[in-house]
């Protein structure tokens, strides 16, 4: 009864800051014409309601791609009619053709606020809880403490329920699947991870690691005999997943091909605003939009991309277990958001799933993550005037996981993983202390961020250079990030696992 009443207390807490965010600005608040992803969502709900399937993708009277046209799988497509007809039943203007265009008020934004909420509610809250609940050492204080830290992760909460997106329906999916893979339900961690690829394209970050985990596993069982058929039954469930998702659009060859040109524009560059990864960062020096054509670009992002991604999954592939799986994760993640093509900078939150996963097992590495990537959408939260949200959920963030995990005093150089680091360093310095150097690292990181957020906001940048704080705050994004694909690879590919007790699991 104790550990039910703790885990309810976790759940409220999660529910609170979320909806006290949600009192907040959004995206593009009465900023016409265009106004944000606010009005996008809003958009889908219209156009999904009042056209047949058959014009969703496509650019027609009624349907204006230049304005928010749908760039999403099937599945949040579906997601949005599902809306739409609860917004209809509720209010009908909210969704009606051409005439709701923009449309804000009070009542609309608490409805949007509250289709964020309850989808959390199905999906992304109770996986984080059985997550902890089965994979989470330690006691049952211990793992409400790291659900507690992993609900209250800034970055998820700032973007889904202030600037205003679904990332915990994709997000809640995914770990849905790692759930699945982890327990040993194959079949249903795949399914659930098509569906999770099938509601956002971005989760193809996470794609190839469930690929080599079910292939190496596969591999492990025999391939000729037991390994083959569980390998075929994973293979009919995704294809069947992925039909039955895509089967509206399956009648003509031309709106499997409008879709998928919709979901991967390349046309759109190399990236947008001011991403905290390789290309937007390089740039500031070299101009590479300009001096490369766009084929080069499209190819140089895909070799480096799969350079990065390629050893850990490797790994994997060699070793199929849930700790393997969860540090490639993070890599393959960071890899893609570091030097794929068209990066957004909210798709940091793809590598902060995994990276989340860990926090149990490397909390300080985790926390300063967690804390990097909020940093690294700062120029997009000022932007929607969520400033405040930003400075107090962080604070708590910070404070709470700090102290509910005990993380600077689980930060020895065995429990941070510097094995590799020691070998390295032992001849020339010997008496080097490791993580005393990674404490002062976190603390001047963290100063440095809160340095630079306050300046961003308080000074005015010199005319010559407006954009000077965001591209400052996506280069000090970009290092740590650099940093940090580093040392998650490091301890992937060179330490051996620790031997962990594991529940059984019926």
């Known amino acids: 009864m104790e550990n039910w009443s703790l885990f309810s207390l976790c759940v409220l807490l999660g529910l609170t800051s979320r909806w006290a965010v949600s009192f907040h600005s959004y995206s593009g608040a009465g900023k016409p014409p265009m106004f944000g992803d606010y009005e996008a969502q809003r958009h889908w709900q219209e156009v999904t309601y009042n056209l047949p399937v058959h014009e969703w993708y496509f650019n027609t009277t009624n349907n204006d791609l230049n304005y928010w046209g749908l760039d999403y799988p099937p599945l949040t497509a579906y997601h949005s009619l599902v809306c739409a007809y609860v917004a209809k039943l509720l209010n009908p203007e909210w969704v009606e053709l051409h005439a709701s265009r923009g449309y804000e008020s009070h009542s609309h934004k608490l409805f949007m606020r509250a289709t964020v909420l309850f989808t959390d509610i199905l999906i992304y809250i109770p996986a984080v809880l059985l997550y902890c609940f089965y994979f989470c050492d330690g006691s049952s204080k211990q793992k409400v403490a790291t659900a507690l830290c992993i609900l209250l992760y800034p970055g998820l909460i700032l973007i889904d329920y202030g600037h205003f997106q679904y990332n915990s329906v994709s997000l809640g999916l995914a770990l849905w699947g790692i759930l699945g893979l982890g327990l040993g339900w194959d079949l249903f961690g795949s399914l659930a991870f098509t569906l999770a690829l099938n509601y956002k394209q971005m989760e193809l970050y996470h794609s190839l690691p469930f690929f080599c985990y079910l292939l190496g596993k596969c591999i492990k069982q025999g391939l000729i005999g037991r390994g083959f058929f569980q390998l075929a039954k ?32 390349f046309g759109r560059g190399l990236f947008e605003d001011k991403v905290a990864n390789t290309w937007c960062s390089l740039n500031v020096l070299i101009k590479i939009k300009t001096l490369l054509s766009r084929e080069t670009q499209l190819f140089l992002s895909f070799a480096l991309t799969l350079l990065f991604i390629l050893p850990s999954s490797l790994k994997l592939l060699s070793k199929p277990n849930l700790w393997q799986f969860k540090l490639a994760l993070v890599n393959s993640s960071l890899a893609f958001f570091l030097f794929s093509f068209q990066v957004h900078e909210k798709s940091i939150l793809l590598a902060a799933l995994p990276v989340c996963l860990v926090i149990n097992e490397i909390p300080l590495i985790a926390i300063w993550f967690l ?60 008496k080097l202390n490791l993580s005393r150097i990674i404490k002062w690292k976190f603390w001047f990181s963290l100063v ?12 005015e940048p010199p005319a010559k250079f407006p954009d000077l704080f965001p591209v400052l705050v996506s280069i000090l994004s970009f290092l740590h990030f650099l940093g940090f694909i580093i040392y998650f690879n490091l301890v992937q590919l060179m330490e051996p696992q620790r031997k962990k007790s594991q529940k059984k699991t019926n």
């Open 234 to 265: 994973i293979s009919l469930t995704v294809l069947v997943t992925f039909a039955l998702c895509w089967m509206p659009f399956l009648s003509d060859p031309k709106q499997p091909l409008q879709v998928l040109h919709r979901l991967f524009p």
């Open 371 to 430: 804390l990097t990537s909020t940093f690294s959408m700062l120029p997009l939260l000022v932007k929607d005037g969520l400033l405040l949200p930003y400075v107090v959920t962080s604070l708590a963030f910070l404070f709470l996981s700090l102290y509910l995990l005990s993380a600077l005093e689980r930060s020895t150089e065995e429990e941070l993983r510097l094995g590799l680091y020691r070998k390295l360093t032992r001849h020339w310095l010997p």
């Open 448 to 459: 440095a961020m809160a340095a630079l957020s306050f300046t961003s906001v308080w000074l």
